[in-house]
């Protein structure tokens, strides 16, 4: 990925150090997205307009095809979107940004490497010092709870384990802006419990400004402070929940009258999906 204009190496340059600096704000400013369909134009998004401030967790939620993934991708410069613009830290982006660390469902592990390995795979492509980097992960694997596993390989690590892994690659640079598209959706509810505090305690540490892609509305009130609600009708945002509940959240945060509240308002715009 590029650099947005004047912060560094553009071209698919690697930058020189880690990102760090202070958490950015994110601007969507007016975005659509449309593509042709059936010799018609179908819109994947239609005029969002969305603030994110500096340090703060705000989820996405929508059913599938209401265009939460596109508007990631738009975000990280990795689709143009057909109007509108993104600003990150007030800079246009017109080109992949690459300050950011970006997480997918699948974990992406190299199965011919050990998890250490594929940690400082990030430093590599960044062309990070290495003695810097491998310091690095190893911290992360501490807080990972991971040290003892650095020489593991990924099929020897359970769904969990990985995800862990592919956090720790993702936070090697120290990214000030995290997009996350649905990252725990393929593990089991329990899996998901454990990795949902992991990444609140990891958050917590660095608040990272974060954008996180769900089809959990209970995933997504018990991480963000905002979560902003589409409509699968021409990709749309219908609200914007605010979630006021204390941190860090554990287990019986579901118990309190406020999640439960956050959840019932989110959920109200999907029970006539299937009438």
Request: one cysteine or more; proline letters at 7%.
């Amino acid at each position: 990925m590029t650099m947005r204009k004047g912060s560094g190496p553009r071209n698919g340059g690697p930058e020189p150090g880690l990102d760090g600096g202070s958490d950015i704000p994110v601007s969507v400013l007016d975005v659509s997205h449309s593509y042709p369909s059936r010799g018609a134009l179908a819109f994947a998004l239609s005029r969002i307009s969305l603030d994110i401030a500096p340090g703060q967790f705000v989820s996405l939620v929508g059913p599938s095809g209401c265009g939460k993934s596109t508007l990631l991708m738009i975000v990280a410069g990795l689709r143009r979107p057909t109007s509108g613009h993104v600003e990150i830290d007030s800079v246009p982006v017109t080109e992949p940004y690459s300050s950011l660390g970006v997480m997918f469902q699948t974990d992406q592990l190299l199965e011919w490497l050990t998890v250490t390995d594929n940690i400082l795979l990030q430093a590599r492509i960044r062309r990070l010092p290495e003695g810097q980097a491998r310091a690095r992960a190893e911290v992360l694997l501490e807080e990972a709870g991971l040290s003892s596993f650095r020489q593991f390989f990924p099929r020897q690590l359970s769904g969990g384990m990985r995800q862990r892994v592919a956090i720790c690659r993702t936070l090697l640079h120290d990214p000030r802006l995290l997009l996350m598209d649905e990252p725990f959706g393929a593990l089991d509810a329990l899996t998901r419990d454990r990795m949902l505090r992991f990444l609140q305690r990891t958050w917590l540490r660095r608040r990272a400004t974060v954008l996180f892609v769900t089809h959990s509305v209970d995933e997504a009130v018990f991480l963000s402070d905002r979560v902003i609600v589409m409509s699968s009708e021409a990709g749309a945002i219908v609200d914007d929940v605010p979630v006021v509940l204390p941190r860090p959240r554990a287990t019986l945060t579901r118990s309190q009258p406020a999640f439960g509240t956050a959840v019932a308002r989110i959920m109200s715009y999907f029970e006539n999906d299937d009438d």
